[in-house]
């Protein structure tokens, strides 16, 4: 079973930025970052298939980009332009269905690394 190792964010002001990594062993197919805010289910931020096809979110669209580097074995998440609303904890994902990468369906993802969080003031 794949293992996922989620590092970085931190807390920022609006406007500025955060990077987070997730090293993945065991597993080189889709990948993804996920979000879940105190009191609200858990959303896709922006998935990533083995042909680095990117896919987001509307609400991330523009100011987030995925990115991965098989070699090393890591994913990224570069977030600019941070909102307030996107204070949250950040989850990295392995192994989504052709679904789960397309539509960032939570469900459909059977490999979660342990959360980073995010922190972002007005």
């Known amino acids: 079973e794949p293992e996922l190792v989620a590092s970085g964010g931190g807390s920022a002001q609006s406007g500025g930025s955060l990077r987070l990594s997730c090293i993945i062993s065991g597993y080189t197919s889709n990948l993804g970052w996920f979000r879940q805010a105190p009191g609200k289910e858990r959303e896709g931020v922006a998935t990533?298939?083995?042909?680095?096809?990117?896919r987001y979110s509307d609400s991330v669209k523009g100011r987030f980009i995925i990115s991965r580097d098989d070699a090393n074995s890591a994913m990224y998440l570069q977030m600019n332009s941070l909102r307030p609303e996107d204070t949250a904890m950040y989850y990295c994902?392995?192994?989504?269905?052709?679904?789960?990468?397309?539509?960032?369906?939570?469900?459909?993802?059977?490999?979660w690394g342990q959360g980073a969080q995010v922190t972002v003031s007005a």
């Open positions: 994902a392995a192994g989504g269905s052709p679904v789960g990468v397309r539509d960032l369906r939570p469900d459909a993802w059977p490999y």
């Open positions: 990533i298939d083995k042909a680095e096809t990117p």
